[in-house]
């Protein structure tokens, strides 16, 4: 696809520059090893828009969530939304929302827009012809808000996470014959606040940008799977044990029983070897075909209609799998395949690493069994501008080149490519939820708050847990930290703390590999977390307390770039901090 930018010149338009390569270079779900037993096609594009008025006189904390009206025939807006986009995107700047910004990254998108709290998104589709037998699952990346789906007029399915995907079997709902109504409607999460001791906000929110964002902001997909099918893969690399453990589970939508068994094996990833700055993230590998390790085929097992099976697979791994590490970022493919006799009926490939993080005995982070320092990395999500691959790979790319090894995807969790490159590029991560605490504005009284924060950590780490560049888990930031700023009651601490100990073992059961399970900014809040973390600060020395109670840390934020103002960093070099922004930024440096 190629863009045609126009170039300003002071007020004058100067000539078009035509970019020629592919804007936004993303692969499908489905890998090309799956097909033709699994399918997809994008539902990406132009969709009809219609917003909906919030009610007048409506009182967020007072009066209950507003209804989404039903859609009317002749109310959809002339201007069509392109998804993936949110429809507020004009109104954010990079710090948030702005009446004075001018951010216009979809300039066709009417102003009126800009305050729309709940709408109601359209589209048509056909399901390609030979998908009749298959179970039809709509994927979306990421829906803002709260969603309802509806396909031919049929409520299907509720999301409330701003951030994870979530599927929709919508096979019972579409016709075979000609097109299908897909409609999505979206509320605000802001309708669900609810005023507590020391915030209003009930659900993993992020950070500014990620805040405030409405609609479908990342990719939709319909996918043709088979009735009876891999449901989910875990990969296990146990580089101290020898030995490559999988859970790989099943599940039967079909209408009758059937005896199936599992085959697996390993092959490479072949990366591409490109490095030209523009044609890199486009072309970047394939898996190769010869086997490296294969699995013993399991016993049959017996699938009822509407069961699922939970089968493990464990094989001992000598030096057939190169180590995944920054420097060389050796990927392979797990390619399992489910048989009914001598039938394949469903293929899954799920790639990972021969890798393996930990602690040695002096507390110690390690990979592959070696002591290895993280110099780490973050940046808070902006916008429009990090949502290609290409913006994340020059990221990675700029990190490489100064020494840093790990990023902290920091305040939500990033789009799904942010991982797949860091696999490829050798870039360690430190994958964070959406439990944003440094405005103290969650409601942590309302016990569906707990709720919605324990099903946001358990869907992050089914998603992320088999990449091999990530080293560990964010499960919070600053919430201890900013309720200090609120209450110095030990007691609302300690309720607090106590409330994300269970969180933490959802963590723990869900991805035994990595013991990495942080409160980033909070210490380890009172013993509770495994890791102790710090954030700013001219010295870290206080943290060091833990070596000798044989507690991990780190420093996962520093130099007060965010948060120094001048009589804090007026300390390292005097009057200079309050002349100008180099003045307070040479401080900053002097304070690292």
């Known amino acids: 696809m190629a863009i045609t930018i126009l170039v300003m010149g002071g007020f004058r338009a100067s000539a078009a520059v035509e970019f020629d390569h592919v804007f936004a270079p993303l692969p499908g779900l489905v890998a090309p090893e799956e097909k033709p037993l699994r399918d997809e096609i994008c539902l990406n594009g132009r969709w009809q828009f219609q917003p909906v008025p919030t009610p007048a006189g409506w009182t967020a904390g007072k009066d209950t969530p507003p209804a989404l009206p039903e859609p009317k025939a002749d109310a959809w807006d002339a201007v069509p939304i392109k998804i993936p986009s949110p429809w507020n995107m004009n109104a954010l700047d990079s710090f948030g929302a702005s009446d004075s910004a001018d951010y216009r990254s979809f300039p066709s998108y009417p102003a009126s827009w800009e305050k729309v709290e709940m709408a109601w998104l359209r589209r048509e589709f056909k399901v390609p012809d030979g998908w009749q037998g298959r179970r039809l699952l709509l994927h979306f990346e990421a829906v803002s808000g709260d969603c309802e789906v509806r396909v031919n007029g049929k ?57 405030l964002i409405l609609g479908i902001w990342q990719d939709v997909f319909l996918q043709a799977l088979p009735p009876t099918r891999v449901s989910d893969v875990f990969v296990q690399p146990l580089l101290d044990a020898g030995e490559l453990r999988v859970e790989v589970e099943l599940r039967n939508d079909g209408p009758a029983a059937l005896d199936v068994r599992v085959e697996a094996r390993v092959v490479p990833w072949l990366p591409s070897g490109e490095t030209a700055v523009l044609a890199a993230p486009e072309r970047r590998g394939r898996f190769g075909e010869n086997a490296v390790v294969s699995f013993p085929r399991t016993a049959p097992v017996r699938l009822e209609p509407g069961a699922t099976n939970l089968t493990r697979l464990t094989q001992p791994v000598r030096d057939e799998l190169k180590k995944w590490t920054p420097d060389q970022p050796n990927l392979y493919g797990l390619l399992v395949e489910v048989k009914s006799g001598d039938t394949v009926i469903d293929r899954r490939m799920t790639r990972f690493g021969w890798r393996q993080f930990g602690f040695d005995k002096d507390q110690r982070f390690t990979l592959n069994g070696e002591p290895l320092r993280m110099n780490i990395e973050l940046c808070h999500f902006f916008g429009i501008a990090h949502m290609p691959p290409r913006h994340a790979w020059a990221w990675y790319q700029m990190l490489k080149d100064c020494n840093v090894n790990t990023v902290r995807l920091h305040a939500f969790p990033h789009p799904r490519f942010y991982l797949d490159l860091a696999d490829e590029m050798g870039m360690l991560v430190h994958d964070e939820t959406a439990i944003y605490g440094s405005g103290a504005d969650f409601n942590l009284d309302l016990p569906a708050t707990w709720e919605r924060f324990a099903d946001h950590a358990d869907r992050l780490v089914r998603r992320d847990r088999n990449h091999a560049s990530i080293s560990g888990w964010s499960l919070e930031n600053e919430t201890l930290a900013a309720l200090k700023v609120r209450t110095g009651d030990p007691k609302v601490f300690d309720e607090a703390g106590d409330h994300f100990v269970p969180l933490v073992e959802i963590v723990r059961k869900l991805d035994p590999t990595r013991p990495w399970i942080a409160a980033d900014g909070d210490s380890d809040w009172g013993g509770r977390f495994p890791i102790a973390t710090a954030h700013y600060g001219p010295g870290v020395d206080h943290y060091r307390a833990h070596e000798t109670i044989g507690k991990p840390w780190g420093v996962t934020e520093s130099t007060y770039l965010w948060c120094g103002t001048p009589p804090e960093v007026s300390e390292w070099n005097g009057g200079r901090a309050y002349e100008s922004w180099s003045g307070r930024a040479e401080g900053l440096a002097f304070a690292v």
């Open 155 to 211: 409520v299907l399915a509720r999301n409330c996470d701003k951030f994870l995907p979530f599927e929709v079997d919508v096979t019972d709902a579409v016709s075979f014959d000609g097109p299908n109504e897909l409609l999505v409607g979206v509320r605000t999460m802001r309708f669900f606040n609810q005023p507590g001791r020391f915030g209003d906000k009930t659900h993993p929110k992020g950070a500014w940008w990620a805040e």
